[in-house]
């Protein structure tokens, strides 16, 4: 039976980009025949969240998407990872077995550097922390975004260091990569892909004016309505494809296209666009005002999803004790 587990930093509020390349995909694989595992990852974020009153505020508010948005505790195991201390005492046994090449050639450690994240030794070692977070509960299959892919080959790599001088105590896990071209990238306010460091975010529970007054910074030309243009030239339409059905952004493309007297302007599309994103979230919006108002249902789904996650990583961390004569 396969193990699906993933995890998510609570480095911010979950932007679309987040919901469309990641917990979108998790939460519909709790449908899947298996065991589902999902983290909230709040000792990774500490290597870029420092205020604590900040990370308390978002591993809550991303606990309480996940919730909101579809995930069912009864079919997924929901967790914080600081409440499995046992995910450490993996890391470091793969730490000692993973060279320090493997460290330098990943990219994330680079780019978040340039970023400008503290090079800290934790955002260094961030993969092995993060192989352990994956086969401390025998996970065998990962759905995780295309930037994470190289971290799974790490995993792979670090499983293999350790089983090949120990014997088989890790499973290999797989990445699960999800293949539609909105899961791969969505694009942010400035058509660049959106993300946390570069601003240009929208949040999935914003609403009302303040989610007008973003969509309404969607970058666009100066260009009038009357104006025929390339709809495939505007990533506009991207974003929009995210909330609408594709024959209704098709409509709206032939206007763009047409041009002519009556043909939308930017403002007109965003809009549209505004409307549709205000509809597709409204129950989730709902859900997740009504779980931050019962704090204690939510701490025990967490407790709960711990406490199951803990027996597991108890139980790898057992094997690999006695594989490496710890016991
Ligand atoms: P951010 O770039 O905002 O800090 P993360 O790196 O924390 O986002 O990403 C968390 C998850 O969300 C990853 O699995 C990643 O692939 C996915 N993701 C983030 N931004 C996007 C995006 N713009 N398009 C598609 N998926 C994204
Ligand atoms: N590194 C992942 C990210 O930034 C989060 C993460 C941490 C993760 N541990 C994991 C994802 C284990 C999958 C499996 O998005």
Redo the contacts with the bound molecule.
């Keep these: 039976m396969p193990t699906y587990l993933s995890g ?2 609570p ?2 509020l979950q ?1 679309i ?2 919901y ?3 917990i979108r995909q998790h939460i519909a694989l709790q449908e899947e025949a298996g065991e589902h595992f999902y983290f909230i990852a709040d000792f990774h974020a500490l290597t870029s969240v420092r205020d604590p009153e900040e990370l308390r505020t978002y591993t809550r508010e991303t606990a309480v998407a996940y919730l909101a948005l579809g995930l069912d505790p009864e079919k997924a195991v929901l967790w914080r990872q600081s409440d499995v201390p046992e995910v450490h005492e993996i890391a470091w046994l793969l730490a000692t077995q993973c060279g320090m090449g493997l460290l330098e050639r990943a990219h994330s450690y680079k780019d978040k550097t340039a970023q400008g994240i503290k090079p800290s030794v934790g955002l260094f070692t961030y993969p092995i922390l993060m192989a352990a977070d994956i086969l401390a509960y025998d996970s065998t299959h990962v759905p ?5 892919v190289q971290h799974l080959e790490m995993t792979q790599d670090m499983a293999g260091y350790f089983n090949n001088h120990y014997g088989e105590v890790f499973v290999r896990p797989e990445c699960l990569l999800a293949s539609t071209k909105q ?6 306010l400035d058509g660049q ?5 570069y601003g240009n ?1 929208i949040w999935i529970f914003e609403e009302g004016k303040k989610l007008k007054k973003i969509i309404n910074k969607i970058v666009t030309d100066s260009r009038p309505p009357e104006e025929p243009k390339n709809p495939d030239e505007l990533f506009l339409f991207d974003t929009m494809s995210l909330f609408m059905e594709a024959d209704k952004v098709n409509e709206w493309k032939e206007k763009v296209r047409a041009g002519g007297e009556g043909a939308p302007g930017y403002g007109h599309l965003k809009g549209a666009i505004y409307e549709a994103m205000e509809a597709y979230f409204a129950p989730a919006r709902e859900r997740r005002k009504e779980l931050l108002a019962d704090p204690a249902e939510v701490d025990r789904i967490l407790a709960a999803g711990a406490e199951k996650a803990r027996a597991r990583a108890c139980e790898v961390r057992a094997r690999a004790f006695t594989a490496c004569g710890l016991r």
């Design positions: 998510i930093q480095s911010g932007h980009g987040n469309f390349g990641a995780v975004g295309k930037d994470q899961a791969q990238k969505v694009v942010g892909k959106m993300s946390k460091s975010t």
